[in-house]
C-alpha cells in the first residue's frame, strides 16, 4: 500500500491533487475512524497531499496598490460609487453607467469640485449619448495599464488563499492528533524537497 502511495506522488500527472487524492483524503479518515494513525500509508498520504499543497502554493507578487483617497459631500449613489472606485486597491478603470444628462453633469461636476484623482474620457460623447457610461480612468494609469493583469492577479490571489486555508486545515488537523508542534511541522517543510520523493519513506 505505501509503495502504492508513493506511485501516486512521484506521477502527479496520473493522480491528480484536486481531483484525486485530496478528495480521497476525508472519506478515508471517515472509514478509518482513530485506527488512522496504525496505517502508515495513509499517514504518508496525507503528509504527501500537504506537502505537494504547500510546494505549489506561491504568494502571488504583490500588486500595485490603486488606493486615491477622495471624498464627496454628495451621498447620491452615483457619487458614492465614485469614490469606492478611487478606493478600491485594484481597480484603475471604471465605466459608470448613468443615463441622462443631468445625471452625467452632476458627476462631471462632482470630479471636477473634488478634484477626484481620475479623468473622464469621454466626457463630451457621454453627454450627448443618453445611454453611453462615463469611462473613468485613475490619474497615473492612463498608459500601459492592463487592467487585465488586475484581474488575473485576483484570481491567483483567491486560489492562494484557498490553498491556504486548506494547508493550515491540514496541518491543524494532523498536528493535533499525531501530537507535533509547529516546530516539527516548520522542519518538515525545510525539506519538502525531498521527503516525498522515492526511497525517502523507510519504516
Ligand atoms: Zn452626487
Keep these: 500500500m505505501e509503495a502504492v502511495v508513493a506511485h501516486f506522488f512521484v506521477t502527479p500527472k496520473l493522480y491528480d491533487l484536486d481531483k484525486t487524492l485530496l478528495p480521497a483524503v476525508e472519506p478515508l479518515l471517515g472509514y478509518l475512524g482513530s485506527r488512522f494513525d496504525e496505517k ?57 453607467p448613468c443615463p441622462g444628462r443631468d445625471a452625467k453633469e452632476h458627476l462631471i461636476d462632482s470630479v471636477r469640485r473634488n478634484q477626484m484623482p481620475f479623468v473622464i474620457s469621454n466626457e463630451e460623447g457621454a453627454l450627448e449619448n443618453e445611454y453611453e457610461p462615463l469611462f473613468c480612468i485613475k490619474t497615473g494609469a492612463e498608459e500601459d495599464f492592463d487592467q487585465r493583469s488586475v484581474d488575473r492577479h485576483s484570481k491567483l490571489q483567491e486560489e492562494y488563499d484557498r490553498n491556504m486555508s486548506t494547508i493550515e486545515d491540514m496541518r491543524a488537523w494532523i498536528a493535533e492528533r499525531c501530537g507535533l508542534v509547529s516546530a516539527l511541522i516548520d522542519s518538515l517543510d525545510e525539506e519538502q524537497d525531498s521527503w516525498y520523493t522515492p526511497g525517502y519513506w523507510t519504516d
Excluded: N
Design 40 to 96: 502508515t500509508w495513509f499517514v504518508k498520504l496525507y503528509w504527501g497531499c500537504l506537502d505537494a499543497l504547500e510546494s505549489r502554493c506561491v504568494k502571488p507578487p504583490q500588486l500595485d496598490v490603486w488606493v486615491l483617497p477622495t471624498a464627496s459631500a454628495c451621498g447620491c449613489g452615483g457619487c458614492k460609487q465614485l469614490v469606492q472606485f478611487c478606493m478600491d486597491p485594484f481597480r484603475v478603470e471604471l465605466q459608470l
